[in-house]
């Protein structure tokens, strides 16, 4: 066989699709949205559409989950206790120290004992103290429940809540706000200590009539002040004088 003769051989030998142009992938894929959707359906991993939001998964709480939830404060209420007449401050500390051991401090908020500064004068001097204007009771901020109640009822000393056995009504804001103005009032003007009655008779120790006694007449609690009968002369004059201004007799 001649070189001719075999060159022919092998040509009819090959298949006719091999002797046809190899398609180009660039050239046959189709523009615009057609190329993408083209390339996402393609081999390989299938592709993330990054103009889609994902959807949160389960469980997770995002940013808007926290929209519109009212602070835990605003869940916590007033409510009045009371307990054993002198125990106010110890009910005060042993409540707080069982909030946080059995874990309800997110539960029960401030823990009052409302008190109002008093001046008293003793030998002279002035002294400011604090006075109870509530004795044998406490207000307690609290979001009830079952557990909450459970653990301010069974704090030692505690005798129950004002207005209701299980369910106890809480506090008006009408109420509180009466309260807490009251105790801010005090602290920036203290209140003489009073204890005095009409018809009493007191001993004057400062000013012009120093040493004179005389009858209690009328008392101005507002001002602080007494209007005091005194015998001048024989005649009954009357005088005003502070609360820190008279004691009783010796």
Known sequence: MTDTDKREQIDSDVPAEASSPVPDPVAETPAGDDAHDTAATGGGEPAVETDTPMAAPEGDSSEDSSEGESPEEDNKEWYIIHTYSGFENKVMQSLRQRADAYGMGD???????????????????????????????????????????HVVRSTPKVTGFVGGSQRPLPMTQEEVDRILGQIHVTEAKPKP????????????????????????EEINED???????????GRATPVELEFHQVKRPD
Not at 108 to 135: C, H, Q
């Open 107 to 149: 539960k029960i908020g401030e823990i009052l004992v409302p008190t109002e500064d008093v001046v008293e004068v003793r030998d002279g001097k002035k002294y400011t103290l604090k006075k109870k204007f509530f004795p044998g009771y406490v207000l307690v901020q609290m979001e009830m429940s079952d557990e909450a109640w």
């Open 193 to 216: 200590k009073f204890d005095y009655k009409v018809g009493e008779t007191v001993k004057i120790t400062d000013g012009p009539f120093s040493n004179f006694t005389g009858v209690v």
């Open 223 to 233: 001002r602080a002040t007494l209007k005091v009968m005194v015998s001048i002369f």
